[in-house]
C-alpha cells in the first residue's frame, strides 16, 4: 500500500514538473523534427500549469473517464425505460498489462498503442507484468505459463558489478581471447592484496596507471571515486575497482559512453536482441588525461546523465544530434562522416553482447529451471528482460563493458529519450507476440495435461498379464506421439521465427546469429562457460547444448518419419524395444540451423523438464475461474506404487534446538513456534480436497453447466477416482516425511553420529561461526555454488520421491513443485533465505510465509515436509561449510581444528565438495562406495577422522 502510494507519488511528481521541461524544449524545437509520435507525447501529458487538481496518472484519469461514459450509458439506458430489457453488455477481452511496479509513464502509453488494457495494479491475472525493481524467484515461480514479466532470475551475475566482475574473471583465465572486453577489476575487500601485487608490479615498470572505485551494487555514479595510486584505495566491503580506460574516443573534445538496449526473449534457449539505437551520453568538461589534479573532476571522467545534468554545462538536446544527450544513430553517422567504419564497430559490440550474455546463460537456464520445473525447452518463455549495455569506446575503437542495468531508465526527460526509449518499448512488447488466444490455450492444454493424468491412473501399460501385441501397439504408439511433439514443436519454432523476423521493428537478433562460423563458435563458447560454471554436472549440458543449438531436423524429416510409422502400423510390423530400430530422429544433429529439441533423453544436469502437454486449440472456458486452473496445475497425479520407502535405522536425535520432526510430521519445536502466516494454511483442515474438488468440477463442468445422463455418470466416476487418488497422495506424503526424517547429512569419512556431533559443535559456539558462516555463504559463494549447496539436498528429496511416489515425472508432483518453491526461498535474494533461517528471531520461519500468500493448499504434512527440507538444508550449509574449513586447514598443513580462520580460498573449491558431501539415508549406502568414486584420493585421505 505504502509502495504503490510512493510509485503513485513519484508518478505525479514526475508528470508535475515534466510538462515544463518538455515544453520548453519542445518551444525551441525545430518542429519539422518532431515526429508523430513525440508530439502526440507532449500533447497527451496533463499540464503542470492546469487549475484544478492534476490527477494522479493518465491512467487514473483515463479510469475516471470510462467511469464517467459508462455512467452516461447507463443513464440512457434508464431513461428508455422498463420496457426495454436491459441489454447485458458483453465486456470486450483485452490484453492487460499489469503496471504497478512501474514508474515510467511510458510503458502504459506504448501498451495503450499496441491496443492492450492497463490492469489494476493488484491484478494478478494480466497478461504482462512490467516491474523497474527486479522481481523475487517465487513470483516467477507462481506465474502462469501465459503471463510475462520482465526479468530473470540468475540476471544478476551480470547486473550487480561485483558478480559480472566475478564470473568476467573466471571466463577471463580460461579464455582469455574472447573475453578481453571487460576492463581488468578487483572485488574489495578480498581482492585488495592482489591489486597492491598489480600497482607493485606497474611500478616495478616505471608505469602509472588510474583506478576506478564503484560500489558494487551502485548506479547513477553514486560513491565513484578515481585514484592515481592503488595503495591509497580503502579495504571497503562491497566495492569494486577497475583499471580506468584512460584513452577513451572523444566527441568535439568530450569523453562519452552508450548505452544500448538488448532484450532477451528467453533463455531456454538463449534468444537475444540488440536495438539499432541507444543513447550518447557526454561529459561536461572538456576531457584531459586524468591527473593528481583533475581526477576529482567527476564532469570530465564520469559520462553518467544524472551526474552531468548538476552541471550548468549541461545541454539539453534539442535533437537527437546535439547536446549531452545524443543518438546512437548520429554517433554512427559522425564515425562514417570521420570515416571510420562504424558497421565493424558495430559488430565487435553485438560481438561483446552476445559473449556477456554467454557468461550469463548456465546461471539463467540453472535459475529459470528451477523456477519453472514443468516447462518444456522451447516453450513460451514466462521472462524476458530489456537490459541497458554501458560501453566506453578507446581511441582504438575498441569496445569495453562498463556494466549492465537490469532496470535501465525509461524516464523521458529530453526528446532523444522519449524517440528512442517509446520504440524501443514498443517493439519490444510486438515482439512478445503475447496473444488473447494464451489464457483460453493454457487453460485448455492444463486441462488436458490433467485429464490425462487422471486417466494414466487407470492404465496399465506393463504387467505380466500384458500381451506380446499390445506392448507393440503401445510402443509404436508412444513413438508416433513423441514424433508428433516434435512435429509441434517444429512448427511452433518457426512459426516463431517468421513472427520475429516481421515483428522485430529496430531490433536485430544476435544470438543465436545468422551467421554460420559466428554462430559455431558461439556454441563452443557456451559448452566452455557451462564447464567453467557447472563443473561435474557440464558433460549434460554441453551434450544438451550441441543438441539444442546445431540440430537440423527439419519439418518434413518428421512428417517423412511419422509417415513410416503409419505405414507400419497398418502393416502390423511394430517396433518392440531391442527387436528392431526405432523411426525418428537420433540426436544430436551436427549441422548449424534451427532449434528443435528432443525430449527422449531428459536432462540430467538441470532441473528435469517434461514435455508440454499436447497443445489444445480448444478456446472453450474462457471464465474459467483462475483459481481452478490453479488448482488443476497443482495436481500431481502419481501412478501408485506397491512398496513404501523403507530407510534404514536412524540414529538417535540430537539435543540442538531445532531437533527434527517426528515421523508422524508433529513437532513440538516447530509447532510452539510463533505464527507467521502458516497458522491460517494450519487452519484449513480440508484444503488438499477443495483443491480435489475443485479440479473435479472444472473437469465435468460443460458449457450450460447441465449434464447428460453419461456425463452424469463420467463426472461420478472421476469423483470416485479423485477421491482415491487424493488418499493415495495423502499416504504417499506421509511416507515421504517419514523418508525425509530418515535422512542425514553426511560428513565424508565420518559417522553419522560424527555428523551430527559436529553439528552439535557449530551450535555451540554459534556465535564464533556466525559471521565465518554468513561470510562463507552470502559473500565468497556464487549463485551457482550456493545452488548446488541446495542442490545436494533437493536432488535427493528428488530420489526419495521417486523412490516412494514411483513416478518417473517427478516434476508433476504437487508436494515437488512445493518443495522447488522452499528450494528457491532459501536461495531467495542471494542466499538470504537460507541464511534467514539460522536467525533465532521468527525470521526462522519467514520462508513460510510463500505458502500463506499463495492459492496453492497445503496440508500439514506437506509443511511438514517442508520444514524437514529446510532444516536439512541448514545442516548441508553447516556441514559443506565445516568440511571446507577442514579441507583448508589440512591443505596447508596446519593441525585440524574445528574453529575457521581464514576461508578466502574455499569459495572457489565447492565444486569438488559438492560431490563429497551429500545426503543419504542411513545404511543405505556406505561412505566408501559413495566417495570411492566421487572424491580426489589425496583429499580424501586428508579427511580421514
Ligand atoms: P554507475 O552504475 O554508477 O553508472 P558505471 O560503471 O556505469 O557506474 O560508471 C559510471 C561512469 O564512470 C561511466 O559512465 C564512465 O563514464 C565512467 N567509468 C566507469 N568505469 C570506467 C572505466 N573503467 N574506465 C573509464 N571510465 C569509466
Not at 580506460?245 to 526473449?265: H, N
Not at 565424508?748 to 552439535?760: F, H, T, V
Not at 559463494?781 to 521417486?802: E, G, H, P, Q, T
Not at 515437488?816 to 539460522?838: A, D, E, K, P, T
Amino acid at each position: 500500500m505504502i509502495r504503490q502510494q510512493k510509485v503513485g507519488l513519484e508518478r505525479s511528481m514526475m508528470q508535475g514538473m515534466k510538462p515544463s521541461s518538455s515544453v520548453s524544449s519542445l518551444a525551441s524545437t525545430d518542429r519539422q523534427d518532431v515526429t508523430l509520435s513525440s508530439l502526440m507525447h507532449y500533447t497527451r501529458r496533463p499540464s503542470a500549469t492546469a487549475t484544478g487538481p492534476l490527477p494522479q496518472t493518465g491512467r487514473r484519469h483515463e479510469d475516471r473517464l470510462d467511469e464517467k461514459q459508462q455512467k452516461m450509458a447507463d443513464a440512457d439506458d434508464q431513461l428508455k425505460g422498463p420496457l426495454i430489457p436491459k441489454k447485458k453488455r458483453k465486456k470486450k477481452s483485452l490484453i492487460t498489462v499489469n503496471l504497478g511496479g512501474t514508474r515510467y509513464d511510458i510503458i502504459r502509453q506504448m501498451s495503450e498503442k499496441l491496443g492492450y488494457a492497463v490492469a489494476k495494479d493488484d491484478d494478478p491475472n494480466s497478461y504482462l507484468f512490467w516491474n523497474d525493481c527486479f522481481v523475487a524467484t517465487d513470483r516467477i515461480s507462481e506465474m502462469k505459463s501465459f503471463q510475462r514479466i520482465n526479468h530473470f532470475p540468475g540476471m544478476g551475475e551480470i547486473t550487480r558489478k561485483d558478480c559480472l566482475a566475478r564470473n568476467m574473471a573466471k571466463v577471463q583465465k580460461q579464455l582469455p581471447e574472447d573475453f578481453s572486453f571487460a576492463p581488468k577489476t578487483w572485488i574489495l575487500p578480498a581482492d585488495h592484496s592482489l591489486l597492491l601485487n598489480y600497482a607493485k608490479d606497474l611500478r616495478a615498470k616505471k608505469k602509472t596507471k588510474t583506478f576506478i572505485i564503484k560500489p558494487s551494487n551502485g548506479a547513477q555514479g553514486h560513491g565513484i571515486q578515481l585514484f592515481r595510486n592503488a595503495e591509497k584505495i580503502p579495504q571497503s566491503e562491497h566495492f569494486i575497482v577497475q583499471e580506468y580506460i584512460d584513452k577513451p574516443l572523444l566527441m568535439d573534445g568530450y569523453k562519452f559512453d552508450l548505452r544500448l538496449y538488448v532484450l532477451v526473449t528467453s533463455c531456454d534457449p538463449l534468444r537475444v536482441f540488440l536495438f539499432d539505437d541507444g543513447l550518447v551520453r557526454l561529459s561536461t568538461e572538456k576531457y584531459l588525461a586524468p591527473t593528481e589534479a583533475n581526477i576529482s573532476h567527476s564532469f570530465m571522467h564520469l559520462t553518467n546523465y544524472s551526474v552531468n545534468k548538476h552541471n550548468e554545462f549541461y545541454e539539453k538536446g534539442e535533437s537527437l544530434s546535439s547536446g549531452s544527450k545524443r543518438s546512437v544513430q548520429f554517433f554512427r553517422e559522425y564515425l562514417r562522416q570521420n570515416d571510420i567504419n562504424d558497421g565493424l564497430l558495430w559488430q565487435s559490440i553485438g560481438d561483446m553482447i552476445v559473449k556477456t550474455l554467454i557468461v550469463s546463460e548456465p546461471h539463467l537456464l540453472h535459475a529459470y529451471r528451477m523456477c519453472r520445473p514443468g516447462a518444456a525447452p522451447g516453450s513460451d518463455s514466462v521472462c524476458f528482460e530489456v537490459l541497458g549495455f554501458d560501453v566506453l569506446i578507446d581511441r582504438k575503437l575498441r569496445p569495453w563493458l562498463l556494466e549492465v542495468n537490469r532496470s535501465p531508465s525509461f524516464g523521458t526527460d529530453e526528446r532523444v529519450d522519449y524517440d528512442i526509449k517509446s520504440a524501443l518499448i514498443e517493439d519490444t512488447i510486438r515482439l512478445l507476440n503475447i496473444k488473447i488466444s494464451d489464457k483460453s490455450r493454457n487453460m485448455a492444454a492444463q486441462k488436458a495435461e490433467a485429464r490425462k493424468r487422471l486417466f494414466r491412473q487407470n492404465k496399465r501399460t506393463d504387467g505380466p498379464d500384458i500381451t506380446e501385441y499390445e506392448k507393440k501397439r503401445q510402443s509404436i504408439e508412444k513413438r508416433k506421439e513423441e514424433l508428433k511433439e516434435t512435429l509441434a514443436r517444429i512448427r511452433k519454432v518457426s512459426a516463431r521465427e517468421d513472427y520475429e523476423n516481421r515483428n522485430r521493428g529496430r531490433f536485430r537478433r544476435i544470438f543465436p546469429p545468422d551467421d554460420k562460423v559466428r554462430h559455431e563458435r558461439y556454441v563452443q563458447l557456451l559448452s566452455s562457460t557451462f564447464g567453467i560454471f557447472m563443473s561435474g554436472k557440464a558433460p549434460a549440458m554441453q551434450k544438451e547444448i550441441q543438441r539444442v543449438y546445431n540440430n537440423k531436423l527439419k519439418e518434413v524429416d518428421v512428417m517423412d518419419m511419422l509417415a513410416e510409422c503409419e505405414a507400419d502400423e497398418k502393416e502390423g510390423k511394430y517396433y518392440t524395444g531391442g527387436t528392431g530400430k526405432p523411426r525418428g530422429p537420433k540426436p544430436p544433429y551436427n549441422t548449424t540451423g534451427k532449434f528443435h529439441y528432443n525430449h527422449s533423453k531428459p536432462l540430467q544436469s538441470m532441473p528435469v523438464s517434461v514435455p508440454s502437454p499436447l497443445e489444445n486449440d480448444d478456446e472453450e472456458d474462457e471464465e474459467m475461474e483462475d483459481e481452478e486452473t490453479e488448482s488443476m496445475s497443482a495436481s500431481g497425479s502419481p501412478s501408485m506404487g506397491r512398496h513404501g520407502y523403507h530407510p534404514g535405522k536412524r540414529p538417535g536425535s540430537s539435543g540442538r534446538p531445532d531437533s527434527r520432526l517426528s515421523n508422524d510430521g508433529t513437532s513440538s519445536t516447530f509447532n510452539s513456534r510463533p505464527n507467521s502466516g502458516v497458522g491460517g494454511l494450519r487452519s484449513r483442515p480440508t484444503s488438499n480436497m477443495s483443491a480435489v474438488n475443485q479440479r473435479s468440477r472444472s473437469l465435468s463442468r460443460t458449457g450450460n453447466g447441465k449434464h447428460t445422463p453419461l456425463q452424469r455418470s463420467t463426472v461420478q466416476d472421476d469423483n470416485f477416482l479423485l477421491s482415491v487418488v487424493k488418499e493415495r497422495e495423502d499416504e504417499l506424503t506421509r511416507k515421504t516425511l517419514v523418508a525425509l526424517n530418515e535422512m542425514r547429512i553426511k560428513f565424508p569419512g565420518k559417522s553419522d553420529q560424527e555428523a551430527e556431533y559436529i553439528l552439535d559443535k557449530l551450535h555451540e559456539n554459534w556465535k564464533f561461526h556466525k559471521p565465518r558462516i554468513a561470510s562463507y555463504w552470502l559473500v565468497k559463494l556464487d549463485s551457482i555454488k550456493r545452488r548446488k549447496v541446495i542442490d545436494i539436498v533437493r536432488s535427493n528429496v528428488r530420489a526419495v520421491l521417486l523412490r516412494t511416489w514411483r513416478v518417473s515425472d517427478v516434476d508433476s508432483l504437487k508436494v515437488y513443485r512445493i518443495f522447488n518453491r522452499v528450494f528457491n526461498r532459501l536461495l531467495w535474494s542471494h542466499g538470504q533465505g537460507l541464511w534467514n533461517c539460522f536467525s533465532s528471531s521468527s525470521n526462522a520461519t519467514s520462508w513460510e510465509a510463500i505458502f500463506s500468500k499463495s492459492s496453492e493448499n497445503i496440508c500439514e504434512a506437506e509443511l511438514n515436509c517442508c520444514r524437514r527440507i529446510v532444516q536439512l538444508c541448514r545442516d548441508c550449509l553447516l556441514i559443506v561449510y565445516q568440511f571446507a574449513a577442514e579441507a583448508k586447514s589440512s591443505q596447508s598443513n596446519t593441525p585440524h581444528h574445528s574453529s575457521v580462520e581464514d576461508q578466502s580460498s574455499t569459495g572457489q573449491s565447492i565444486s569438488a565438495r559438492d560431490k563429497s558431501v551429500s545426503l543419504i539415508p542411513p545404511n543405505t549406502q556406505t561412505m566408501s562406495q559413495k566417495y570411492s568414486k566421487l572424491y580426489p584420493t589425496t583429499r580424501t585421505q586428508s579427511m580421514g577422522s
